[in-house]
């Protein structure tokens, strides 16, 4: 009957008892089938011959100091559609949640929901026969002030000590961005985000300077970490040379990333290492592109915009008569091309190794939507954990080593002929290799900072 059913707003506060979390604000969707709470850190192991999983979370929105370490039992794993049509595979436990004076077992998937409003979600499995929801109400059960908020997570706090650290980049609102200054801080740093765009310069042979808006001198930082889109990488590279000569130390060098984003020049530096790319042509004159089809094996064939990122400016021409249409149109436009051998046999998927401090900290396999070629994330493509051959991490560290990156993205394509090279990214993203592989590279890139201080930092956390 109705009047027996439980009436929750839109949002409420939850508890988890068997998980000792006290309180966590939850967004109750009926939209949503599957619910989900935030984890980071997870890590599945046996006890008892059974399969249980455990994880850290961070209950309160935009507080990385209290942490809680949970362990559950794992009931399932199973793949999960986002609401941006990203497509992850979760671990499922099940645990008890209390919701005013009610309480009763739920499934919950476990994943990263940094980047999203809630850090819990009540989906329409969990309320089925016992929820109904009026959305425009909140906090029908409960409402606790922050000092009580505060109070179930005293000791979680304190005091920040460490490093000085600048986030270099554009977006504060990117996730790979919103991650790194997390994780940053979690690990006891005081974090700064610093818009490339509001920063600028004094170039002095005695007292060089970087100030940012407002007139205010850049003058105490341990470290930088630069996130450089490609659209801004001539200043980006400018500002990093500028800390370099203030003697801070920065993750990825000026040098390697404006290597690492000349891709004509950087593929040049990948073969001199003894590392195998697909084959490649490239020209300035619309006349040689008969030959240069033939070079690379003729048709199909893969046209790329050195300028291009993300999969954007790069173009299969399935025919030659296709090739030579897309390379003349290319360069009318006066733009610098490359022309590659199409790799069939890897059927529109590649592996993208993400290397921090000479290590493969996560690999995934990336896969293109049918009919598609490129396997990008941002252009609709899954992610799947995989694990690389030796061969492969080999080639990732080593491509990492030739191109002087500390963090690098490596693409690597599986061919007839072996593994083979696709690119090297400096400012790797986070999002669908941290959702795919629930591993923690955000904080991969602080420990490397961290060693470069030859430091070891600790947060602490109320059990």
Same mark, same amino acid.
Not at 202 to 209: G, V
Not at 220 to 237: E, H, L
Not at 316 to 337: D, H, Q, Y
Not at 392 to 419: F, N
């Given at each position: 009957?109705?009047?027996q059913?439980?009436?929750?707003?839109?949002?409420?506060?939850?508890?988890?008892?068997?998980?000792?979390?006290?309180?966590i604000?939850?967004r109750?969707? /009926?939209?949503?089938?599957?619910?989900?709470?935030?984890?980071?850190?997870?890590?599945?192991?046996?006890?008892?011959?059974?399969?249980?999983?455990?994880?850290?979370?961070?209950?309160?929105?935009n507080?990385?100091?209290a942490?809680k370490?949970?362990?559950?039992k794992?009931?399932?794993?199973?793949?999960?559609k986002s %609401?941006s049509?990203?497509r992850?595979?979760?671990?499922?436990?099940?645990?008890e949640?209390?919701?005013g004076?009610?309480?009763w077992?739920?499934?919950?998937?476990?994943?990263?929901?940094?980047s999203?409003?809630f850090?819990?979600l009540l989906?329409?499995? =969990?309320? %089925?026969?016992r929820?109904?929801?009026?959305?425009e109400?909140?906090?029908?059960?409960?409402?606790p /002030?922050?000092e009580?908020?505060? /109070?179930?997570y005293q000791g979680?706090?304190?005091?920040?000590?460490?490093?000085?650290?600048?986030?270099l980049?554009?977006?504060?609102?990117l996730?790979?961005?919103?991650r790194?200054?997390?994780?940053?801080?979690?690990?006891?740093?005081?974090?700064?985000?610093?818009?490339?765009?509001?920063?600028?310069?004094?170039?002095?042979a005695?007292?060089?300077?970087?100030h940012?808006?407002?007139?205010?001198?850049?003058?105490?930082?341990d470290?930088?970490?630069?996130?450089?889109?490609?659209?801004?990488?001539?200043y980006g590279c400018?500002?990093?040379?500028?800390f370099?000569?203030l003697?801070v130390?920065?993750l990825?060098?000026?040098a =390697?990333?404006?290597?690492?984003?000349d891709?004509?020049y950087?593929?040049q530096?990948?073969?001199?290492?003894?590392?195998?790319i697909?084959t490649?042509?490239f020209?300035?004159?619309?006349l040689?592109?008969?030959?240069?089809?033939?070079m690379?094996?003729?048709s199909p064939?893969?046209?790329?915009?050195?300028?291009?990122?993300?999969?954007?400016?790069v173009?299969?021409?399935e025919?030659?008569?296709?090739?030579?249409s897309?390379?003349?149109?290319f360069?009318?436009?006066n733009?610098?091309?490359?022309?590659?051998?199409?790799?069939k046999?890897?059927?529109?998927k590649d592996l993208?190794?993400?290397?921090?401090?000479?290590?493969?900290?996560?690999t995934?396999?990336?896969?293109?939507?049918?009919?598609?070629?490129?396997?990008?994330i941002?252009?609709g493509?899954s992610? /799947?954990?995989?694990?690389?051959?030796?061969?492969e991490?080999?080639?990732?560290i080593?491509?990492?080593?030739?191109?002087?990156?500390?963090?690098?993205?490596?693409?690597?394509?599986?061919?007839?002929?072996?593994?083979l090279?696709?690119?090297?990214?400096?400012?790797?993203g986070?999002?669908?290799?941290?959702?795919?592989?629930?591993?923690?590279?955000?904080?991969e890139?602080i420990?490397a900072?961290?060693k470069?201080?030859k430091?070891?930092t600790t947060?602490?956390?109320?059990?």
């Amino acid at each position: 009957m109705l009047s027996q059913k439980l009436i929750l707003g839109c949002e409420e506060w939850c508890t988890f008892p068997d998980l000792n979390i006290p309180i966590i604000k939850a967004r109750v969707d /009926s939209g949503a089938k599957t619910s989900a709470l935030h984890a980071v850190n997870i890590s599945p192991f046996i006890r008892d011959n059974e399969n249980w999983v455990k994880f850290d979370i961070n209950p309160i929105q935009n507080n990385t100091r209290a942490v809680k370490h949970c362990e559950a039992k794992l009931i399932d794993k199973r793949v999960v559609k986002s %609401s941006s049509g990203y497509r992850e595979q979760r671990f499922v436990i099940q645990t008890e949640v209390k919701i005013g004076d009610d309480s009763w077992t739920i499934e919950m998937t476990l994943t990263n929901r940094d980047s999203m409003g809630f850090r819990m979600l009540l989906g329409r499995e =969990a309320m %089925s026969g016992r929820v109904l929801v009026d959305p425009e109400q909140k906090y029908l059960l409960d409402q606790p /002030s922050p000092e009580t908020i505060k /109070s179930f997570y005293q000791g979680s706090e304190e005091p920040k000590s460490g490093l000085r650290i600048g986030l270099l980049a554009s977006n504060p609102e990117l996730y790979s961005n919103k991650r790194i200054m997390e994780a940053g801080e979690m690990r006891g740093h005081e974090m700064f985000f610093l818009n490339i765009k509001e920063c600028y310069m004094k170039l002095d042979a005695t007292k060089p300077e970087i100030h940012y808006r407002g007139g205010k001198v850049l003058d105490n930082f341990d470290a930088i970490i630069p996130r450089i889109r490609p659209s801004i990488t001539f200043y980006g590279c400018a500002l990093t040379r500028q800390f370099e000569a203030l003697k801070v130390f920065c993750l990825n060098s000026s040098a =390697a990333i404006t290597q690492s984003r000349d891709k004509l020049y950087s593929l040049q530096l990948l073969l001199n290492h003894g590392i195998d790319i697909p084959t490649t042509g490239f020209a300035n004159s619309p006349l040689d592109t008969d030959d240069l089809i033939k070079m690379v094996g003729g048709s199909p064939l893969i046209v790329k915009l050195l300028e291009g990122t993300q999969g954007k400016g790069v173009v299969l021409a399935e025919t030659k008569k296709a090739a030579e249409s897309v390379i003349n149109a290319f360069k009318s436009l006066n733009v610098n091309i490359l022309v590659q051998e199409f790799i069939k046999e890897a059927n529109g998927k590649d592996l993208r190794l993400f290397v921090v401090d000479g290590k493969v900290v996560a690999t995934i396999q990336r896969e293109a939507l049918p009919g598609e070629f490129r396997a990008n994330i941002h252009l609709g493509g899954s992610a /799947s954990i995989i694990k690389p051959t030796i061969e492969e991490k080999r080639i990732a560290i080593k491509a990492a080593k030739a191109m002087d990156l500390k963090v690098a993205g490596v693409d690597i394509i599986r061919s007839s002929k072996g593994p083979l090279l696709l690119e090297v990214n400096s400012s790797p993203g986070l999002e669908g290799i941290e959702g795919a592989t629930h591993k923690d590279i955000a904080g991969e890139m602080i420990r490397a900072i961290e060693k470069n201080f030859k430091i070891k930092t600790t947060f602490k956390t109320n059990e």
